[in-house]
């Protein structure tokens, strides 16, 4: 199964319980610079942290956002930020990719990472579009939850 999640507005802990919740095996991280400013949502600390509770963590950086895209996408010219992601989803490393999480997704719960909580403001739904096209299943878009804290 195909997922997605972003992870804005949300701390580390409930984002690890909300896709650990979901049932995902295996998160694929689609940033192009898999850094964040938000603590503990870069790489290592992120492949760690999910490692801990079972999840798999693979970077497609094929799969990420150029800055000039983010850039387009942050100031609402989407007609250009399409343009832009369009040519990288058609590179051979970007099909690559795509046919990498399809494989998976067949016999795993797979769910994609990006920043923005909104997939529709997000390459994400780039992707899940591409993918949903290719296999004819829609993929579930998840929120991150917070969770109570217990001591």
Request: hydrophobic share 35%; net charge positive.
């Amino acid at each position: 199964m195909l997922n997605t999640i972003g992870y804005e507005k949300s701390d580390v802990s409930d984002f690890i319980s909300s896709v650990s919740e979901a049932g995902i095996e295996v998160l694929i991280d689609v940033r192009d610079r898999a850094q964040s400013r938000k603590k503990r949502f870069s790489k290592t600390a992120l492949s760690e942290a999910l490692n801990a509770v079972g999840i798999d963590y693979i970077h497609l950086r094929g799969l990420g956002d150029p800055k000039e895209g983010r850039e387009a996408a942050r100031n609402g010219q989407w007609t250009k930020f399409h343009k832009i992601y369009s040519k990288v989803l058609s590179s051979e490393i970007a099909q690559n990719a795509l046919q990498h999480i399809v494989e998976l997704s067949e016999f795993k719960s797979v769910c994609l990472l990006c920043y923005e909580r909104d997939h529709k403001t997000c390459h994400r739904k780039c992707i899940t579009d591409e993918i949903e096209n290719r296999v004819g299943k829609k993929a579930r878009h998840l929120g991150v939850r917070k969770f109570e804290r217990t001591s």
